[in-house]
């Protein structure tokens, strides 16, 4: 049998380092050269080409490309047909979903979109605005926006759709949101044909697999303690353990081993209270990856 490859696009942008960092996690060194669209990946099963997330979803639909990552905005505003594989709670500021909304100048009339009948509204994300104000039942002008969109109001536009984390950049430009439109996380998503394939279906879900491990592993820090028998229901009851913890005896029949998985948040509120309660040899190690 002829060997096969995996073509997976990469976004280019402000995904691209938190991207690579994952898959490194995950256990894929990928290198970024700067006169090339063809990021080098360790998996010889593996080609990568470097895409705009905008443009994402589109590639993967027409199988240009096998896979790829690329917001849930991105696919809504393309319409694409792909498989969503996996959520991928991460972004360039928190793991916190991505927000499009509807802003326009703190000291506009306007509060609801209602009001923007035959206004003008300046976005990125044309199809996604059209089909929210049509489903609003509002006529108003809809311009791409090349960038630079908060600086548009109220000179170039009456309104704009804009995506924002934390809401830092509306407010500097003196900006109010007048509503929601979308929430939006990172996806990685297949072509559905390619996702048909055995081999790139078992690759995918192995990649996959691996990039979930990780993002569940962030925050988290195993403990683990010997613990006397006598002592032990009152440790248990200490433990806010992701699962039930695991309890294993001892060569002394007076002990056991207890160990855990927590919030590293927790951590150093719990240890002094664990040692207050009779626990000895309290290790703290990191989590990597964790699998449900």
Same mark, same amino acid.
């Given at each position: ?82 498989? =969503?594989?996996?959520?991928?709670? @991460? ?40 089909? #929210? ?9 809809? =311009? ?7 600086? *548009? ?34 996806? @990685? ?5 390619? #996702? ?37 229901? *009152? ?20 002990? #056991? ?36």
């Amino acid at each position: 049998m002829s060997r096969q490859t995996l073509n997976l696009g990469i976004p280019a942008g402000s995904l691209q380092n938190a991207t690579a960092q994952l898959f490194e996690r995950a256990g894929f060194h990928i290198t970024f050269s700067s006169r090339s669209y063809y990021p080098t990946i360790d998996d010889p099963d593996i080609e990568c080409l470097l895409i705009r997330a905008q443009e994402m979803a589109r590639y993967v639909e027409q199988g240009i490309l096998d896979a790829g990552i690329t917001g849930h905005d991105w696919i809504q505003e393309t319409g694409a047909d792909v498989v =969503e594989i996996c959520e991928l709670l @991460f972004s360039k500021v928190s793991r916190r979903p991505v927000r499009w909304v509807l802003c326009v100048p703190e000291d506009s009339s306007v509060q609801s979109v209602k009001d923007l009948e035959g206004q003008r509204i300046a976005t990125e994300a044309v199809g996604l605005t059209k089909r #929210y104000l049509q489903k609003h039942g509002v006529q108003a002008t809809v =311009e791409f926006s090349w960038g630079a969109t908060e600086v *548009k109001p109220p000179k170039l536009a009456d309104a704009i759709v804009e995506v924002t984390e934390t809401g830092s950049s509306l407010r500097a430009n003196h900006l109010r949101i007048v509503d929601e439109i979308l929430q939006s996380t990172t996806r @990685f998503i297949a072509n559905p044909q390619s #996702y048909t394939n055995p081999w790139i279906k078992e690759k995918l879900d192995g990649i996959a697999l691996m990039l979930q491990a990780c993002l569940n592993a962030e925050g988290k820090v195993g403990l683990m303690m010997n613990v006397r028998r006598s002592d032990l229901d *009152k440790i248990l009851s200490l433990l806010p353990a992701l699962q039930k913890p695991t309890i294993s005896s001892l060569s002394d029949p007076d002990w #056991y081993d207890v160990n855990t998985i927590l919030e590293e948040s927790v951590v150093r509120s719990i240890i002094p209270r664990l040692k207050s309660a009779g626990a000895k040899g309290i290790v703290e190690y990191t989590i990597s990856k964790l699998i449900d």
